[in-house]
């Protein structure tokens, strides 16, 4: 007779072993924490005013907590981490990239509105003819500031503090001081001022300090024997203007460039990110200085990448079809030989071809030097940058597509080779009509990642060329071996202006090329996705 958990009294949904409990209420407890932590993060961002990062852990969190707090979806909790870091790394990148290209966000446009308004209102200016000459007096083992301006040079708020004397300052640098009062006095400190070499060895610590002024004006360093009043330079209007307190001109902020303008239409930095609409992508293709760069090097990345495939495709399966040559002795050296360069990292590689390839000291233009009498500038000279690009980057690549050869050739029936002796055939006969065709099939997946690969192949370019020789003319920074992605990130982060979102466009066009390329090429080649 079974005596069942209803029998006994007990819920029937309670389990009988009580670690599956502890695991529930564990993986609760951790759901919990990790909801509080994104919405801990909606917050600070909210209150930084990042609003997509907000609007981002926001989403984050509620399908967190969703998928893992209701039992219905159990199911979708194993793929969840999955498509979490998808969103987050993936998706959200590219979105926000997106949205980056349609304005005008550069390293002058950078700030918001807010903080470049407080900016302006923050900055200050020293008066003009209202300098105090100061020396310093001892005070025990302390020192006091004398103050003392010209009769004439102050303005009406000065005039009565012609002369000021500061409270104790102590010079000791566990001591720092950074805010000092001044009082009005007849006559300077008993005692002779500190020589000119005191002045000199505490000139940090005098240009820290503030001086307080009994109607509260702030006096700052402005020389080595002066201190004088820093006035505020901008004041806020009612209409959101400024008004320059120095000339008493006013600063209009300009909504469609993000920048406070002047009356006479002069830009004033920083500025602030505003939407441009679609003018960064019409900027590409309409302005001469940067069209004909960007066609130049997008044509030329095409070529790197086709030619690239090509080149390490025909010497992977050359080698490939002489290692499965039979009368071939010592395979396994040459094999292991051969695949050595794949297991050295890129850029040792790289780095090390740059040295070879060294216009004046390399070892190759040592080696053609003394045979052919030449010395070919492969740094400077544009065709030949790029055939140096073209060579190192074929040695690179070749052994992947050895490896991938050579695994398909050793699954081609041995029966049609043999058929093909019968039939007069040698092994250049069987290697273009039997075993190339038999591979290229199935290679062709493959050689869509690998042209993939080389189109974005932004190591090679920054370690050997870094894009030059630079293309003259061009408004941006661009090389003639420059591919789109380093043409891109120059544009970025090697500008002058870093132009963010010029950079945004060239790169949601890169990711649009590609996406349309792969799926041109997966359609013409009928394999199934």
Same mark, same amino acid.
């Given at each position: 007779?079974?005596?069942?958990?209803?029998?006994?009294?007990?819920?029937?949904?309670?389990?009988?072993?009580?670690?599956?409990?502890y695991? $529930?209420?564990?993986?609760? +407890?951790?759901?919990?924490?990790?909801?509080?932590a994104?919405?801990?993060?909606?917050? +600070?961002?909210?209150?930084?005013?990042?609003?997509?990062?907000?609007?981002?852990?926001?989403?984050?969190?509620?399908?967190? &907590?969703?998928?893992f707090?209701?039992?219905?979806?159990?199911?979708?909790?194993?793929?969840?981490?999955?498509?979490?870091?998808?969103?987050?790394?993936?998706i959200?990148?590219?979105?926000?990239?997106?949205?980056?290209?349609?304005?005008?966000?550069?390293?002058?446009?950078?700030?918001?509105?807010? $903080?470049?308004?407080?900016?302006?209102?923050?900055?200050?200016?020293?008066?003009?003819?209202?300098?105090?000459?100061?020396?310093?007096?001892?005070?025990g083992d /302390?020192?006091?500031?004398?103050?003392?301006?010209?009769?004439?040079?102050?303005?009406?708020?000065?005039?009565?503090?012609?002369?000021?004397?500061? &409270?104790?300052?102590?010079?000791? *640098?566990?001591?720092?001081?950074?805010?000092?009062?001044?009082?009005?006095?007849?006559?300077?400190?008993?005692?002779?001022?500190?020589?000119?070499?005191?002045?000199?060895?505490?000139?940090?610590?005098?240009?820290?300090?503030?001086?307080?002024?009994?109607?509260?004006?702030?006096?700052?360093?402005?020389?080595?024997?002066?201190?004088?009043?820093?006035?505020? /330079?901008?004041?806020?209007?009612?209409?959101?203007?400024?008004?320059?307190? /120095?000339?008493?001109?006013?600063?209009? !902020?300009?909504?469609?460039?993000?920048?406070?303008?002047?009356?006479?239409?002069?830009?004033?930095?920083?500025?602030?990110?505003?939407?441009?609409?679609?003018?960064?992508?019409?900027?590409?293709?309409?302005?001469?200085?940067i069209?004909? !760069? =960007?066609?130049?090097?997008?044509?030329?990345t095409? *070529?790197?990448?086709?030619?690239?495939?090509?080149?390490?495709?025909?010497?992977? =399966?050359?080698?490939?079809?002489?290692?499965?040559?039979?009368?071939?002795?010592?395979?396994?050296?040459?094999?292991?030989?051969?695949?050595?360069p794949?297991?050295?990292? &890129? =850029?040792?590689?790289?780095?090390?071809?740059?040295?070879?390839?060294?216009?004046?000291?390399?070892?190759?233009?040592?080696?053609?030097?003394?045979?052919?009498?030449?010395?070919?500038?492969?740094?400077?000279?544009?065709?030949?940058?790029?055939?140096?690009?073209?060579?190192?980057?074929?040695w690179?690549?070749?052994?992947?597509?050895?490896?991938?050869?050579?695994?398909?050739?050793?699954?081609?029936?041995?029966d049609?080779?043999?058929?093909?002796? %019968?039939?007069?055939?040698?092994?250049?006969?069987?290697?273009?009509?039997?075993?190339? !065709?038999?591979?290229?099939?199935?290679?062709?997946?493959?050689?869509?990642?690998?042209?993939?690969?080389?189109?974005?192949n932004?190591?090679?370019? &920054?370690?050997?060329?870094?894009?030059?020789?630079?293309?003259?003319?061009?408004s941006?920074?661009?090389?003639?071996?420059?591919?789109?992605?380093?043409?891109?990130?120059?544009?970025?982060?090697?500008?002058?202006?870093?132009?963010?979102?010029?950079?945004?466009?060239?790169?949601?066009?890169?990711?649009?090329? %590609?996406?349309?390329?792969?799926?041109?090429?997966?359609?013409?080649?009928k394999?199934?996705?």
């Open positions: 007779m079974f005596v069942t958990n209803a029998s006994r009294g007990l819920p029937r949904h309670r389990s009988r072993y009580p670690a599956e409990r695991t $529930r209420w564990a993986l609760r +407890a951790l759901t919990v924490l990790l909801v509080l994104t919405l801990w993060l909606v917050v +600070a961002f909210h209150l930084r005013g990042q609003w997509m990062f907000s609007l981002l852990f926001l989403v984050l969190g509620a399908s967190l &907590a969703i998928v707090g209701k039992r219905q979806l159990m199911s979708h909790r194993y793929i969840f981490p999955a498509l979490a870091g998808m969103g987050v790394f993936v959200f990148p590219l979105v926000y990239t997106i949205g980056i290209s349609f304005s005008n966000y550069s390293s002058s446009n950078l700030l918001s509105e807010e $903080r470049v308004r407080a900016q302006f209102l923050d900055q200050t200016y020293q008066a003009e003819g209202q300098a105090f000459d100061f020396a310093l007096y001892r005070d /302390r020192v006091r500031l004398y103050l003392e301006g010209e009769s004439g040079e102050l303005d009406a708020e000065l005039e009565g503090q012609r002369q000021l004397l500061s &409270a104790p300052l102590s010079l000791q *640098a566990d001591e720092p001081t950074r805010r000092l009062t001044v009082e009005p006095v007849e006559a300077p400190p008993s005692g002779e001022p500190l020589p000119m070499r005191a002045l000199i060895a505490n000139r940090a610590l005098m240009q820290a300090l503030t001086l307080e002024t009994p109607d509260g004006t702030e006096l700052s360093m402005a020389g080595l024997r002066s201190f004088a009043p820093m006035l505020p /330079r901008f004041d806020a209007n009612p209409d959101g203007s400024l008004t320059d307190l /120095r000339d008493d001109t006013t600063l209009t !902020p300009d909504q469609e460039t993000g920048f406070f303008v002047t009356e006479d239409g002069e830009r004033l930095t920083p500025g602030w990110p505003v939407a441009v609409g679609l003018e960064n992508y019409t900027k590409i293709f309409t302005d001469p200085d069209r004909g !760069p =960007f066609l130049q090097i997008f044509f030329w095409f *070529a790197f990448a086709g030619m690239t495939v090509a080149f390490t495709l025909a010497v992977g =399966f050359v080698l490939a079809s002489l290692l499965q040559w039979d009368q071939l002795r010592g395979k396994a050296i040459y094999r292991t030989l051969l695949i050595l794949y297991a050295v990292p &890129a =850029f040792i590689s790289i780095l090390i071809f740059k040295g070879m390839f060294n216009q004046n000291h390399g070892e190759i233009n040592l080696i053609l030097q003394n045979l052919f009498g030449i010395s070919p500038d492969w740094f400077t000279d544009p065709a030949l940058a790029r055939t140096m690009l073209l060579i190192v980057n074929t690179l690549g070749y052994p992947y597509m050895l490896l991938l050869c050579m695994g398909l050739i050793q699954s081609i029936p041995r049609l080779y043999e058929a093909s002796a %019968v039939d007069g055939g040698g092994p250049l006969t069987n290697m273009l009509h039997i075993t190339l !065709p038999l591979i290229l099939k199935p290679l062709t997946p493959l050689l869509i990642a690998a042209f993939a690969f080389n189109f974005n932004f190591v090679l370019i &920054a370690l050997l060329t870094g894009g030059k020789p630079d293309i003259l003319g061009a941006t920074p661009a090389g003639t071996t420059d591919l789109l992605v380093s043409y891109t990130y120059r544009i970025a982060f090697q500008d002058a202006g870093q132009q963010f979102g010029l950079a945004a466009a060239i790169a949601t066009l890169i990711f649009l090329l %590609v996406v349309g390329l792969s799926w041109l090429n997966l359609r013409l080649s394999v199934k996705v």
